[in-house]
C-alpha cells in the first residue's frame, strides 16, 4: 500500500514537472474554458428568454448561469483527463512509455496516478472560479452545507475513473489524437453540459447515458439547484455506481490485452 | 515558384495520407457537425422554434438554423486553413525537415503557395461534408447565389492565409502550437458572431471582432447564401476583410522572416 502511493505521488509529481514548466499553462487552465463558457452563454442570446420561454419546461430562465456553470465545472473536471489522456501519446514519441511498462511499476497506480495529478492541476484555477461566479448567480438551493464538498466528490471520483478508462484507450493506437474529437465534444453536446438532456430526441439520449458525466451532472445539479435530499438522489447514485463499476472493470480488462497486445506487436516505442 | 508549389503541394499530400491519416481532418468535420448538432437541439427541442426579436433585426433574416450552421461550417474552415498554412514551418522544424526546407534556394512564396493549394483540397472537402450535414438538419440552401457564395469563399481563405502567416511566427517565436492557436480559435468562435450576432455582446467587446477576417467573411457569405445577395452588396465587408488581409500580410510577412532568422540562429547557429 506505501509502494502504491509512493508510485502515485511520484507520478504526479512527473506530469507537474512535465506540464508546468510553462506560465503558457495557465492559458488551458483558465483563460479557454472562461472563454468558452462565456462563448456558450452568448449561444442562447438569439432565443426568446424571460419566464414564458419554452426553456423554462426544463429550467428556469434565472437558473440559466448557474446551469451552464455547473455543466462548465463538470465538463472542465472530464476534459482534462481527456487531454491528459490524449498525452499519453508524448510517453510514445518521448520513448518513456517503455521504461514504465518495463519496470516493475503498478500499471493502476501510473494510470490514475496521471488522472489524479492531471485532474487538480486542471481544475483548481476553473474551480476557483466557478466558486466566485456561485456567489454572483441567482438560484442556488444547496441540500445543505454538505452538498457542495460531495458534489466535489462525485466529481473527482467520476472523472478519474473516466481518465483511466480512456489512458487505456489511448495505449492502443499511435495517432490517437482522433480519438480525442470523437470523445470530447460529443460529452461537451450530449452530457447536457449546455442543454438539459430531458430535452433530447430518443436517439440523443441513448448517446447522452454513454458518459458518465451526464449521471454526475445530474447528481450535481439536483445537490446544487434542486436542494434534493440525500434519499431522493439514491437512484441516479446508484446508477452512478453502476456506470463507474463497468468503467473500472473495461480498464482492468483492457490494460491487460493492450499491454499483451504492445508486447507482441512490439509498438511501444513506435510512433 | 510554380514548381516549388506543386512540389510542396504533393509532398504534403503524401504525407497527410501516409503519416497521418486523416486524423486532422476528422476533427474539423466532426467539430462542424457538432455545431450543427447543438443549433438544432437548441432551436427545436429545448426553445421550440422561439427567437428573440432582436435576432432578425440583427441579421436581417429569422433563419437561425441556416445563420448557426452556416458559422459552425465556416468557422471549421477558418480554423482548418489557419492550422494547416500556421503549423507548416514549426512541423517541419519538429520533424526535423526545416533544415533542409531553409538550405534550398526555393522560394518562400511558393512553398507557402503549396500548402495553401493542398490544404484548399482538404478544406473543400470538410466544408462540403459540414454543409451536406447541415443540410439534413435545416440549412435552407435555395436562395444561395452561388457565384457569389464560391467568391466569397475564396477570398476569406486568402484572408485567413494572411492571418495564418502571422500566427505561424507567432507559434515559432512561442515554440508553441497547442496553446497559442486554441487560444486565438477560442477567441474567434467567441467574437466574431459564429452562434450568435456580434451586437449581442457587450460594446467593449464588439471591436475584437472586428480585427478577425471571420467576422466580415462569415457576414458576406451568410448574406449570400441565406439571402442570396450579389457580390455588390456584400462589399463593404469584402473591402473590410481586403484590408484586414493586408495588414496581417505585412505583419505576416515580416514575422516569418524575423523568425526564421532567430530560428536559424537559435537552433542550427
Known sequence: MKQLGSLLLAEIIKEHRHSFHSKMIYFSLLVWPVINFVTAYYSFAPFRMGADSPLARFISYEQLPLFLLTGYLGYIFYWCLVQSSWQMSFERQAGTMEMIFISPVNRFAFLYGRSLSSLIE???LFFCFALLALFFVDGIQLS????????????????IVWGGFLCVLFLFSRDASFLYTVLDEPMLIFSGVRLPPMA??????????????????????ELLMEGASLQAMLPSMGLLAAVL?????????????????MKKTGNMVMY | MFHVAKATFIR???????????????????????TVLFAFFAYHYVFAGQLDENFAHFTDSSDYLSYAILGGAFYAFAVSTLMNVSRSLITELREGTLEAVLLTPSLRRGYFLGNVAQQLMRTLFEFSVIVFVGALFGLTLSHTNVWSAVLVWILSTGAFFCQALVLGSLMLWFRDTYITQNTLFAVMAFVSGVTFPIPYLPEWLQPLGLIMPLAPALDAFRQCVIQGAPLHAVSPQLFHMAALSLVYLVIGVWGIRKMEKRVM???FG
Do not use: D
Not at chain 1, 144 to 159: D, K, Q, R
Not at chain 2, 17 to 32: M, N
Open chain 1, 122 to 124: 486542471g481544475v483548481w
Open chain 1, 245 to 261: 463499476l463497468v468503467l473500472v472493470t473495461a480498464t482492468v480488462v483492457l490494460l491487460r490485452q493492450a499491454e499483451k497486445h
Open chain 2, 265 to 267: 540562429e537559435s537552433i
Open chain 2, 12 to 34: 504534403n499530400t503524401r504525407v497527410m495520407i501516409r503519416a497521418y491519416p486523416w486524423s486532422f481532418v476528422i476533427g474539423h468535420i466532426f467539430s462542424g457537425v457538432y
Open chain 1, 200 to 221: 433530447f430526441p430518443v436517439w440523443a439520449k441513448v448517446i447522452s447515458f454513454c458518459f458518465p458525466l451526464t449521471y454526475a451532472l445530474q447528481l450535481i445539479r
Open chain 1, 144 to 159: 445543505g452545507w454538505w452538498a457542495p464538498p460531495l458534489a466535489f466528490l462525485i466529481l473527482l471520483v467520476s472523472a
